[in-house]
């Protein structure tokens, strides 16, 4: 009988070689604050919108470079936030949740795939589940009631 060896929690893990990289990344932002998490979200989604998009490349063109307050990029997340809440209460349906966190993600990411547009690029996704995982805290941020 071999003996249960724990883990050490210095010791580095590497991921899974199966795994997705969205997988990765979404253990990544579940470990980020929730003003970290409506930043990235906020930023995503000023970059994805076609005019947002040209008012950076402009900017960077005329100013040498593209700057965004953090305060800016949470505020923006958290629009986004309150824009698509309403679609992930209705497609998430109380669906099991589960003590593994590489399980837990993909069923938040599924979650996310199915209240948003099929065009929605995967980092606004992945940021939108992350906010669904972390929901209690991000509506406290963005003062969702």
């Given at each position: 009988m071999s003996e249960l060896r724990y883990a050490d929690p210095a010791e580095f893990d590497l991921p899974y070689l199966d795994a997705d990289p969205i997988s990765e990344a979404g253990?990544?932002?579940?470990?980020?604050?929730?003003?970290?998490?409506?930043?990235?979200l906020g930023f995503a989604t000023l970059t994805a919108?076609?005019?947002?998009?040209?008012?950076?490349?402009?900017?960077?063109?005329?100013?040498?470079?593209?700057?965004?307050?953090?305060s800016a990029a949470?505020?923006?997340g958290g629009a986004e936030w309150r824009r698509h809440r309403p679609a992930f209460a209705a497609a998430d349906g109380n669906?099991?949740?589960?003590?593994?966190?590489?399980?837990?993600?993909?069923?938040m990411y599924d979650v996310a795939r199915a209240a948003v547009a099929e065009n929605t690029s995967s980092t606004t996704v992945a940021c939108l589940a992350a906010c669904w995982f972390r929901r209690e805290e991000i509506d406290?941020?963005?003062?969702?009631?």
């Open positions: 253990l990544i932002l579940l470990g980020l604050d929730a003003e970290r998490i409506l930043a990235m919108d076609p005019g947002a998009a040209v008012l950076v490349v402009d900017s960077a063109l005329h100013n040498g470079e593209f700057r965004i307050s953090f949470v505020a923006a669906r099991f949740r589960s003590g593994s966190p590489r399980e837990a993600w993909a069923a406290q941020v963005t003062h969702v009631r």
